[in-house]
Structures are given as structure tokens and as C-alpha cells.
């Protein structure tokens, strides 16, 4: 955030558990959506807003506020939770998610959060939402960056590689796409439906600053976004490698728990995994 004091890797990952419970608790209670790629997301989400985005959670509409969207929509139980452990939103609501007239809608919407910077979950679309801010703060000389989290079913869209394109044509180097390569998609294994592999070899083909890192270690996460605010003339992907449904055993690279709510034996058994 603001701070002047650099997190220690151990306040990180402390944040990164209670994040981990808030996904299991509200997931059960809503008996519908995604905890493997939310759990999944968690070390580069806590990364960004705990340790690098310049953001105010007093003033979240803040002009020179970094700004982060998540293109992969259906994982926003990691986003929300993030979001009320920085204090944008409140906490003892997360167990309202997916409720009629809860603001915790089943994807991030902005009618609802407006600290939110897009309503997302139309996968394929929040890299290009997130070039035009990023474009945008140039032409307006601001210092913002942009940070996109993308899920590796989602960059099996066309809209991605136009964008990539576009990114490194026009050298936006203010933008970072993050893929949460946890190798895992709805209806199975990412190999096995539409391989992305040679994934970094292809965002370098593209034009793009390719860093690849394992996406649950606080070292590796730091490095690599103070990197790519360190990359000029291009933009910057991170492949993070991750595990699907990371921190709770039996949903580790367990393509059920891509979509399926725990029941409230395995929600217990997940939170004492997590204690």
C-alpha cells in the first residue's frame, strides 16, 4: 500500500492464510463458486497490494493510484477478501457472497464495489480494459501502473494475443499481465484442452518482457514485480507457476474443486489445514 515500511515475508504470508480461510468460508457458505483459482492467486495478489501497488484505501479514486483487474472474474473470492484485509471493503460481509443484494457479486462488478476499477469475468477482455488505463496514464503523465491477473484457460482466447500485440506495438511498458499458470481449467487440464505450452516463448514472440516465477513464493513474487517496474520500452508478463486450490490438501491440482463449493465437513477440514 502507501507505507513506508516493506512488509516482512512473514507478515505476507500470515495475510495470505487469513485470505486462504476467507476463500473457504465464504465459498461454503455461498454453496457455489471457484476456490481452486482463487486459492491459487492468493501470494500474487497479497504481493501487489501489501507490498507494491501504490494505493489508498482512503482514497480509492486516488489519480495516481496504481490499478489492478482481474481478468480471470470467477476467482473473486481472493480479490474480495484482499480488498477488506486493505480495508476497501467489510470484512464481516464476506459470507454474503453470491446473496441477492450482497455487493460480493459472483464476479468483481462496480455497481456494487465501486473501489473496483472494472466489472470483470467476460474472460479474454481485461488485458485489453487494462491497456487503455494503462495508455491513458501515459498520455496523462501520470505514474501509474497496471496489473492484470489472467487465468491460463482464459489466455486460450483470441482477444489475448490482440492485445499482446497491441501492448508491445505500442510500447506500454506501465502494464504487467500476471498469468496464474495453475494449469488447471474448468473442464480439465490445460494440456489436455487447449495447451498454451511454450508459454514463455510465446509472450516473448509477442514482444513482452517475460519473467516466470513459482507464484506462491513471497521472494520470487517481490522480484519479480520490482523487475517489471524496472522494464522500459516494453510491456511485462509474469508466469507465475501455481498449484490449484494451494493450502488445502484435497483440493491441491483437484480440477473438481475448479467450480465446486466445499460441504461443510470439507470447509472444517480445510480451515484445520489452514489453522
Request: with cysteine; aromatic share 8%.
Amino acid at each position: 500500500m502507501t507505507s513506508v515500511e516493506t512488509p516482512s515475508f512473514t507478515e505476507l504470508e500470515a495475510i495470505a492464510k487469513r485470505v486462504r480461510r476467507d476463500i473457504i468460508e465464504m465459498i461454503t457458505a455461498a454453496k457455489s463458486g471457484h476456490p481452486g483459482g482463487s486459492l491459487s492467486a492468493v501470494e500474487l495478489l497479497v504481493g501487489l497490494y501489501f507490498d507494491q501497488m501504490k494505493h489508498d484505501p482512503q482514497n480509492p479514486k486516488w489519480a495516481d493510484r496504481d490499478r489492478f483487474i482481474l481478468g480471470k472474474g470467477h476467482a473473486a473470492p481472493v480479490l474480495y477478501s484482499v480488498m477488506a484485509e486493505c480495508g476497501y471493503v467489510p470484512k464481516d460481509q464476506l459470507n454474503t457472497l453470491r446473496q441477492m443484494g450482497s455487493i460480493y457479486q459472483g464476479h468483481p462488478d462496480v455497481r456494487f464495489i465501486p473501489a473496483l476499477e472494472a466489472s470483470t469475468g467476460s474472460l479474454g477482455e481485461g488485458l485489453s480494459v487494462g491497456l487503455g488505463m494503462a495508455i491513458a496514464a501515459k498520455m496523462n503523465g501520470s505514474p501509474s501502473r497496471v496489473y492484470v491477473m489472467l487465468g491460463d484457460g482464459e489466455i486460450q482466447e483470441g482477444q489475448i494475443w490482440e492485445s499482446a500485440m497491441f501492448g508491445a506495438f505500442h510500447k506500454v511498458d506501465n502494464i504487467v499481465a500476471i498469468v496464474d499458470y495453475n494449469k488447471i481449467q474448468l473442464d480439465g487440464w490445460v494440456k489436455d484442452i487447449m495447451e498454451v505450452e511454450p508459454l514463455g516463448d510465446k509472450w516473448r514472440a509477442f514482444g513482452w518482457h517475460t519473467i516466470t516465477i513459482d507464484g506462491h513464493n513471497p521472494s520470487e513474487v517481490r522480484g519479480a514485480y520490482i523487475e517489471a517496474a524496472h522494464t522500459k520500452g516494453k510491456p511485462t508478463a509474469i508466469i507465475a507457476h501455481t498449484i490449484k486450490g494451494k493450502g488445502v490438501s484435497f483440493m491441491e491440482n483437484n480440477p473438481k474443486f475448479h467450480g465446486t463449493a466445499p460441504s461443510a465437513d470439507e470447509c472444517q477440514k480445510a480451515l484445520a489445514e489452514l489453522a
